[in-house]
């Protein structure tokens, strides 16, 4: 776990309905009886992150996911897409 796990995760919950969707989902896998950690504990460990391409090919935003619950801003990444096609100029 790296540093930037808790400090994302205090932040969400400092957020107002900063949980709301992860208590939902969260509750219907407990509800349903679903598996909530993944089959090897090393997966438990894997980062994500979130990559914006134009339409030729160039990276034009990329986020790397620090550790859990640090993801890319929502907004940051729409305006990235919209802007990498076209989409944001024509506000």
Request: glycine share 10%; proline share 5%.
């Given at each position: ?9 205090l ?69 990235a ?11």
């Amino acid at each position: 776990m790296s540093y930037a796990t808790p400090l994302s995760i205090l932040k969400r919950l400092k957020e107002p309905d900063g949980t709301k969707e992860l208590s939902y989902v969260l509750g219907r896998w407990l509800a349903e009886g679903l598996v909530i950690t993944p089959p090897k504990a090393s997966q438990a460990f894997n980062q994500g992150g979130s990559f914006v391409f134009d339409p030729d090919g160039v990276l034009t935003f990329a986020h790397v996911d620090g550790g859990t619950a640090d993801h890319a801003d929502l907004a940051r990444l729409v305006e990235a897409a919209e802007e990498a096609v076209g989409e944001g100029r024509r506000r």
